[in-house]
Nanobody, 118 residues
Framework: QLQASGGGLVQAGDSRKLSCAAS????????VGWFRQAPGKEREFVAK????????RYADSVKGRFTISRDNAKNTVHLQMNNLKPEDTAVYYC?????????????WGQGTLVTVSS
C-alpha cells in the first residue's frame, strides 16, 4: 500500500517535497516512481528510481528541477520539486513496480494535489 502526501498550493518558483510511504517488508524489491495527471490530460510519467536508488530517470519536462530519492530503511520515496511552474499543476501519484526498466505500476497510491499559481 502506498500513501502519498505533501501536496498543496504554491507559487511559481517555489519548491515542494512530496513523500510516499509504503507498507510491507519488501519495499526494496520494488522500483518506485511518480506520475502526474493534470486537469483534462492523461496521466504522465514524472520520475522513477531503481530498487536501491542508484538509478533514476526523469521526464524531460522536469529534468533538472525535480529529484527523486528513496529511503528503504523507512519505506519512503520523495520527490523534491524545485522551481515549480504553473504547468506542474497536477495530481501526483506514487507507484511501485517489480520492474524498473519496464515500469508501468503494479501498485498505486491515492494521489496528492499540487497547485502552482502564477
Amino acid at each position: 500500500q502506498l500513501q502519498a502526501s505533501g501536496g498543496g498550493l504554491v507559487q511559481a518558483g517555489d519548491s515542494r517535497k512530496l513523500s510516499c510511504a509504503a507498507s510491507g517488508r519488501t519495499f526494496s524489491s520494488y522500483a518506485v516512481g511518480w506520475f502526474r495527471q493534470a486537469p483534462g490530460k492523461e496521466r504522465e510519467f514524472v520520475a522513477k528510481t531503481s530498487y536501491s536508488g542508484s538509478a533514476t530517470r526523469y521526464a524531460d519536462s522536469v529534468k533538472g528541477r525535480f529529484t527523486i530519492s528513496r529511503d528503504n530503511a523507512k519505506n519512503t520515496v520523495h520527490l523534491q520539486m524545485n522551481n515549480l511552474k504553473p504547468e506542474d499543476t497536477a495530481v501526483y501519484y506514487c507507484a511501485a513496480d517489480t520492474k524498473y526498466s519496464e515500469f508501468v505500476g503494479n501498485y498505486w497510491g491515492q494521489g496528492t494535489l499540487v497547485t502552482v499559481s502564477s
